[in-house]
Structures are given as structure tokens and as C-alpha cells.
């Protein structure tokens, strides 16, 4: 028969191991801390959208994209993570006229965890 102590030290061995695999988890997405143009933004024609991240990512899952306002790509480039600083992705940009744009962005985490969303910026 098992002693109280041991069994109650096994149950709180297994509620901290439960806790650092949660915690762990909910680390392991990547979200951006910094857009270049900002979200909401009015701003000259850029040519390019930079994105950084919060972690690594996984260049092959990875991208952005730009759409006008009627939801048109108007990316036409393939995006990319910069090998040297591999939490900032980019992708180059024709030149935009006037108008409402939104980048859409998938961020894969190195370890496999996947992340969306979007935001708009304005060209003067």
C-alpha cells in the first residue's frame, strides 16, 4: 500500500509537470509585435511589408500577403523570413496607388504552431 506522503508528492509532481506542458503550449504560437506600415496607418506608397514576430518561424509555412480594397493580391512576390533574424518576415510591393490595403499573415512557429490574422494600413 502506498504511503500518504509519497502520494500526495506523486500528485503534485503530476499537476506541475500538467502546468509546464500547458504553459509551454500557449508559448509556443508567434504573433507580431511590430508592422511595417503600422496597423491602421496612413502612409506613403511603401515597398515592402514588414512583419516582426515574437518567436522563430518556419520559412516554409510562413507568408504574407497585401489586398486592395476589393480583396485583390496585390502582392506579387513570394514573402520571406530573413535567415539572419528569423522572427521577421517581409514581402515586396509594387507601387500602390491611393487606397485601403490589408495584409493577411500565416506564422508558423518553429515548432509547428500555426497563427492568422490580418490588418489594413491606407496609401495617401
Known amino acids: 500500500m502506498m504511503n500518504t506522503t509519497f502520494k500526495h508528492r506523486t500528485i503534485r509532481v503530476a499537476a506541475l509537470l500538467a502546468g509546464l506542458m500547458l504553459a509551454s503550449a500557449a508559448f509556443a504560437h508567434v504573433f507580431p509585435q511590430k508592422q511595417e506600415p503600422g496597423a491602421g496607418a496612413s502612409v506613403a506608397a511603401p515597398t515592402q511589408v514588414k512583419l516582426t514576430f515574437d518567436g522563430p518561424?518556419?520559412?516554409?509555412?510562413?507568408?504574407?500577403?497585401?489586398?486592395?480594397?476589393?480583396?485583390?493580391?496585390?502582392?506579387?512576390?513570394?514573402s520571406s523570413v530573413d535567415a539572419k533574424q528569423p522572427a521577421v518576415m517581409t514581402v515586396p510591393l509594387p507601387a500602390l496607388t491611393a487606397g485601403h490595403y490589408t495584409v493577411h499573415w500565416v506564422a508558423v512557429a518553429s515548432d509547428g504552431h500555426r497563427t492568422h490574422g490580418d490588418y489594413g494600413f491606407n496609401v495617401k
Open 57 to 78: 518561424l518556419e520559412p516554409a509555412f510562413s507568408s504574407l500577403t497585401v489586398t486592395d480594397a476589393s480583396g485583390k493580391q496585390v502582392s506579387t512576390q513570394k
